[in-house]
T-cell receptor, first 114, second 115 residues
């Protein structure tokens, strides 16, 4: 069965610190990969996604993620976080052979101190 | 273009009552997904529907839960005889094309509390 694991459940950073959130998935076939963000009181929004091509994907608000197929990983990065990045971050996967349903990790809560 | 809409945003029910959650997809989207988020957990897929059809219900509990997406009107997730364990946030997402790499756009969720 497919699964997604996010290693960090709660991360606290100061502004301007660099961010890396880990995401590993378990599935033997071809996948599409997503990072969603949920700001306090808001709905989930897509940060970035990977389907094919360049494994380094750039998203909104200065975020990027790198797909490393050999490691089954899709880590999210940002060189310098801001207080407004405080949110919950979800990694998600769907297998290209299925109906498009997303399998989510358990989420990482990021708290950025001003 | 309005986003995905869900109502109610908050719903309180007593054990044994029925809960009806509604989801209106984005304009032009005919594919709807329902997810449930239990406290301290990630979102879990429940069901995928196209207009008038259930395509994948592999994540739906076998009893008390049902979903529909009629030709006209919103998609409905119905929970009969609710229990405390049904307390969760229920999210709906829509997309314009079936599955694969298409982005799913999420609604604000319905927070269900069962007393």
């Amino acid at each position: 069965a497919q699964s997604v694991s996010q290693h960090n459940h709660h991360v606290i950073l100061s502004e301007a610190a660099s961010l890396e959130l880990g995401c590993n998935y378990s599935y033997g076939g071809t996948v599409n990969l997503f990072w969603y963000v949920q700001y306090p009181g808001q709905h989930l929004q897509l940060l970035l996604k990977y389907f094919s091509g360049d494994p380094l994907v750039k998203g909104i608000k200065g975020f990027e993620a790198e797909f490393i197929k050999s490691k089954f990983s899709f880590n999210l990065r940002k060189p310098s976080v801001q207080w407004s990045d405080t949110a919950e971050y979800f990694c998600a996967v769907n297998a290209r052979s299925n109906t498009g349903k997303l399998i989510f990790g358990q989420g990482t809560t990021l708290q950025v101190k001003p | 273009n309005a986003g995905v809409m869900q109502n109610p945003r908050h719903l309180v029910r007593r054990r044994g009552q029925e809960a009806r959650l509604r989801c209106s997809p984005m304009k032009g989207h005919s594919h709807v997904y329902w997810y449930r988020q239990l406290p301290e957990e990630g979102l879990k897929f429940m069901v995928y529907l196209q207009k008038e059809n259930i395509i994948d219900e592999s994540g739906m509990p076998k009893e008390r839960f049902s979903a529909e997406f009629p030709k006209e009107g919103p998609s409905i997730l119905r929970i009969q005889q609710v229990v405390r364990g049904d307390s969760a946030a229920y999210f709906c997402a829509s997309s314009p094309n079936p599955g694969q790499g298409e982005t799913q756009y999420f609604g604000p969720g319905t927070r269900l509390l069962v007393l």
